[in-house]
């Protein structure tokens, strides 16, 4: 949801090569990292969980960070040449999940509750 949320977004982090722009100082980034954090309180009720996922998008925002510095060229899933892709789906890693395994589809998301929009409010 989160690298979804940030590409859909605008243009900023949408093609597929721009995985290696993203900067934690982003406006969009703290506004994502917000929405998710919040929406996983309200929908529990429980402000643990929601400490919980702030705490798994930043773990997953230092990760994002430190692969978009190292010499190749981060994508969101292009692999070829000195081009690594961010995501992972399940079966190229033999059901070895990592930080971001991602789904092949939103059918596997859960649908007990509404989706968010897609668009981030302003202010």
Do not use: C
């Amino acid at each position: 949801m989160f690298v979804s949320l940030l590409r859909l977004e605008n243009d900023t982090f949408n093609h597929e090569d721009r995985a290696e722009t993203l900067r934690r100082e982003d406006p969009l980034v703290g506004k994502a990292v917000e929405i998710l954090t919040r929406r996983a309180g309200l929908i529990t009720e429980r402000q643990e969980v929601a400490d919980d996922v702030h705490n798994m998008l930043n773990a997953r925002l230092d990760e994002w960070i430190y692969r978009s510095r190292l010499p190749s060229h981060l994508t969101y899933s292009t692999k070829r040449g000195d081009r690594i892709p961010l995501l992972t789906r399940p079966e190229d890693r033999d059901g070895d999940w990592r930080i971001f395994t991602t789904l092949n589809s939103m059918r596997d998301v859960e649908r007990a509750y509404p989706p968010h929009s897609g668009r981030l409010p302003n202010g």
